[in-house]
């Protein structure tokens, strides 16, 4: 008798948890083009920097092309990033010892990944010694037509 209390038990269980598994697919799944969207309010999640290339004028760092990847259903624009500089010469060599942001003038596609500047753009101080270590995205304009 405790047996079949039992089984009937579980097999209850079941069945309302694949009632509330149902529940849950018939959710309207959140429009990527929202304003609440992560898409929307943290860009940076979507947008990598995968490599760049400078020209260390003297005393101007100049960044001759960088390559975005965005992953996000949307385009940006006006993306803004901060570059991080480490020393290769001097007593410093390997720390960080610098740090700018800069706004890359450029709208990059949903679902893509392209090289851009092409012609360059000055992005503030450098140094012969200086090499980049790293470029991080901040933010950027969403474009939601």
Known sequence: MRGLIFSS??????LAA????????????????????????????YLNVTDWSICPADRV???????IENTADIAYKDIRILIRYYSS???AVGQTIATTTGMLPVTVP?????????GGITMGAGN?????SDIEVL????ITD
Request: hydrophobic share 30%; aromatic share 10%; proline share 11%.
């Open 110 to 118: 949903p679902k893509s990944k392209d090289k851009y500047l092409k």
């Open 89 to 91: 010469s001097g007593p």
């Open 139 to 142: 933010s950027a304009t969403p």
């Open 9 to 14: 038990l579980i097999c209850t269980l079941f």
């Open 61 to 67: 760092l100049m960044l001759s092309s960088v390559v």
């Open 18 to 45: 694949g009632a509330f598994a149902d529940a849950d697919e018939a959710k309207p799944k959140p429009n990527p083009e929202s304003y609440n969207s992560n898409q929307i309010t943290h860009p940076q999640w």
């Open 128 to 132: 012969q010694g200086y090499r980049i």
